[in-house]
């Protein structure tokens, strides 16, 4: 019997498994060719696509392994996808890199970005506190080490020095809340934690109260919400560019699916959504909490941005109030908002990863993320500054772009849910953000270099073709937004595992 469940586990955990022997036969490739080469990264690229005809083949599949450790559900399914995608990306991205091609190693990237897509697998499927502890620290700490990655440059071995610090204080913080969960409670399992909370009506208990602010406390430094945020700005502008957008997209879409997970499934009445509105268990509060995080981040976030001068440290900025707008979503706490937040995570892949490959390719030829020294580059440069201004208008929210679909989905949640209040903050939040976000586009096109050559700059043909992979989804979801409808639709039956 134990033998025939662990085989059923097996055949339900292929995409993960698939990913672990690719992961083997990088470092092996890579111990072979002792050489920077494009090898290494294109085995990585094709073992996440046959990962990902794996995860297909679990589309409508509900499912607990391991002795209920994961579960394979429409939830996990749409998150592995999104890692899959943003991971073959970066993996282009770090190729395309000057910095990443003038650093001291061969291919070492590769696989540690194939371990932190592993351990985001993991934390998306999570349902168990030892699971989530666990995948979150594989995350982690191959965070840790591509943030440091280039370390002949003094600010990326400070960036991945301050990660480390800040990471393991919201760790710890964040296991010993699961450990006082797991002593009142006697189960570290989510459902069966949810089931207790309930039966003994313990939702107004101090501890709840403590253990919610802790667990969102480290789950919140992984997304880089307020105030768990003081870590991003020097991680981002520290670390090179692609293993930026790698934090800003994967590792941070990890950290909000095992966040969505625990809190609608942890703190509900029953798992099944009335009217499509969640069953809160009386005395919790967490909505409360995420509102407070949510309009901090939007505000902090925002209104810092503004005056910065560094892409890289603006775009950190914008990383942590687009997180605030995805919180808006869940603080909903019905099936809209939901659906709301994965529509905007879609939209966010494609235009946070364009934005910052169009930075790459601009500090690729100016050796500078200084937006002093991007002046006039729109009349060098039309076709890389043109796809930048679609990025930082849909970031933004500007209408016929993906970012104004998710942006429209969650004000409609909230304002549905009579939070007019809560979505008028989110939309002049919005309007703030314009003035950085077009400040990158004035410099681009409305003034004149200093100094300088003023002649065309050219790039290969493989680098306009990656831009326009970017460039044309963010463009064509926000004009036909029909199939991000119906992925966070079908992607949103999570509450199948009992």
């Given at each position: 019997m134990q033998l025939k469940q662990t085989l059923d586990s097996l055949n339900n955990f292929l995409p993960e498994t698939t990913i672990i022997i690719t992961l083997l036969v990088c470092i092996i490739a890579d111990i072979i060719l002792n050489k920077k080469s494009p090898i290494t990264s294109l085995i990585a690229i094709a073992g996440l696509l046959i990962a990902s005809?794996?995860?297909?083949?679990?589309?409508?599949?509900?499912?607990?392994?391991?002795?209920g450790m994961i579960v394979v559900d429409p939830y996990s399914v749409f998150f592995k996808f999104l890692f899959i995608l943003s991971t073959i990306f970066v993996i282009i991205f770090a190729y395309a890199s000057k910095e990443m091609k003038n650093s001291g190693h061969k291919n070492e990237h590769v696989y540690l970005m194939l371990s932190l897509t592993l351990g985001a697998f993991l934390m998306s499927s999570s349902i168990n506190f030892l699971m989530m502890y666990l995948s979150l620290e594989l995350v982690s700490l191959s965070s840790y080490i591509l943030a440091g990655y280039t370390k002949k440059v003094k600010r990326s071995s400070e960036a991945a020095m301050k990660y480390v610090i800040y990471g393991a204080a919201s760790s710890g913080i964040m296991i010993y809340a699961m450990s006082l969960l797991y002593g009142f409670t006697g189960s570290m399992n989510i459902f069966e934690i949810g089931r207790?909370?309930?039966?003994?009506?313990?939702?107004?208990?101090?501890?709840?109260?403590?253990?919610?602010?802790?667990?969102?406390?480290?789950?919140?430094?992984?997304?880089?919400?307020?105030?768990?945020?003081?870590?991003?700005?020097?991680?981002?502008?520290?670390?090179?560019?692609?293993?930026?957008?790698?934090?800003?997209?994967?590792?941070?879409?990890?950290?909000?699916?095992?966040?969505?997970?625990?809190?609608?499934?942890?703190?509900?009445?029953?798992?099944?959504?009335?009217?499509?509105?969640?069953?809160?268990?009386?005395?919790?509060?967490?909505?409360?909490?995420?509102?407070v995080i949510s309009v901090a981040s939007m505000i902090i976030g925002n209104f810092v941005a503004i005056w910065q001068t560094s892409l890289k440290r603006l775009l950190a900025y914008s990383s942590i109030a687009q997180t605030g707008y995805i919180l808006l979503g869940l603080v909903v706490a019905n099936q809209a908002g939901l659906q709301a937040m994965f529509v905007y995570l879609i939209a966010y892949?494609?235009?946070?990863?364009?934005?910052?490959?169009?930075?790459?390719?601009?500090?690729?030829?100016?050796?500078?993320?200084?937006?002093?020294?991007?002046?006039?580059?729109?009349?060098?440069?039309?076709?890389?500054?043109?796809?930048?201004?679609?990025?930082?208008?849909?970031?933004?929210?500007?209408?016929?772009?993906?970012?104004?679909?998710?942006?429209?989905?969650?004000?409609?949640?909230?304002?549905?849910?009579?939070?007019?209040?809560?979505?008028?903050?989110?939309?002049?939040?919005?309007?703030?953000?314009?003035?950085?976000?077009?400040?990158?586009?004035?410099?681009?096109?409305?003034?004149?270099?200093?100094?300088?050559?003023?002649?065309?700059?050219?790039?290969?043909?493989?680098?306009?073709?990656?831009?326009?992979?970017?460039?044309?989804?963010?463009?064509f979801f926000g004009i036909y937004f029909t199939p991000l409808l119906r992925i966070a639709e079908a992607s949103i039956s999570m509450f199948g595992i009992k």
């Amino acid at each position: 019997m134990q033998l025939k469940q662990t085989l059923d586990s097996l055949n339900n955990f292929l995409p993960e498994t698939t990913i672990i022997i690719t992961l083997l036969v990088c470092i092996i490739a890579d111990i072979i060719l002792n050489k920077k080469s494009p090898i290494t990264s294109l085995i990585a690229i094709a073992g996440l696509l046959i990962a990902s005809y794996f995860v297909s083949l679990q589309i409508g599949i509900k499912t607990s392994i391991f002795s209920g450790m994961i579960v394979v559900d429409p939830y996990s399914v749409f998150f592995k996808f999104l890692f899959i995608l943003s991971t073959i990306f970066v993996i282009i991205f770090a190729y395309a890199s000057k910095e990443m091609k003038n650093s001291g190693h061969k291919n070492e990237h590769v696989y540690l970005m194939l371990s932190l897509t592993l351990g985001a697998f993991l934390m998306s499927s999570s349902i168990n506190f030892l699971m989530m502890y666990l995948s979150l620290e594989l995350v982690s700490l191959s965070s840790y080490i591509l943030a440091g990655y280039t370390k002949k440059v003094k600010r990326s071995s400070e960036a991945a020095m301050k990660y480390v610090i800040y990471g393991a204080a919201s760790s710890g913080i964040m296991i010993y809340a699961m450990s006082l969960l797991y002593g009142f409670t006697g189960s570290m399992n989510i459902f069966e934690i949810g089931r207790f909370l309930t039966s003994n009506s313990a939702g107004s208990n101090p501890i709840m109260i403590i253990s919610i602010v802790m667990i969102t406390a480290g789950f919140g430094y992984k997304i880089s919400s307020v105030p768990f945020h003081f870590w991003t700005p020097d991680v981002y502008e520290g670390s090179p560019i692609p293993i930026t957008a790698f934090l800003a997209v994967t590792s941070s879409a990890s950290g909000f699916a095992v966040l969505i997970r625990f809190f609608s499934t942890t703190f509900l009445k029953s798992y099944e959504a009335i009217n499509g509105n969640w069953q809160i268990i009386d005395g919790v509060k967490w909505t409360e909490i995420l509102i407070v995080i949510s309009v901090a981040s939007m505000i902090i976030g925002n209104f810092v941005a503004i005056w910065q001068t560094s892409l890289k440290r603006l775009l950190a900025y914008s990383s942590i109030a687009q997180t605030g707008y995805i919180l808006l979503g869940l603080v909903v706490a019905n099936q809209a908002g939901l659906q709301a937040m994965f529509v905007y995570l879609i939209a966010y892949l494609f235009m946070n990863l364009g934005a910052f490959y169009a930075t790459i390719m601009i500090s690729n030829k100016l050796n500078s993320d200084n937006m002093e020294d991007m002046k006039g580059l729109g009349y060098r440069s039309p076709f890389v500054c043109v796809s930048m201004t679609i990025f930082m208008f849909a970031l933004s929210g500007i209408p016929a772009t993906a970012g104004f679909v998710g942006k429209f989905y969650l004000f409609s949640a909230l304002i549905e849910q009579r939070m007019l209040w809560l979505a008028l903050i989110g939309l002049l939040n919005s309007v703030v953000s314009l003035f950085f976000y077009v400040k990158v586009v004035k410099y681009m096109f409305l003034m004149r270099p200093d100094t300088g050559s003023t002649s065309k700059i050219q790039y290969g043909f493989g680098n306009y073709v990656v831009l326009l992979l970017l460039a044309v989804p963010t463009i064509f979801f926000g004009i036909y937004f029909t199939p991000l409808l119906r992925i966070a639709e079908a992607s949103i039956s999570m509450f199948g595992i009992k």
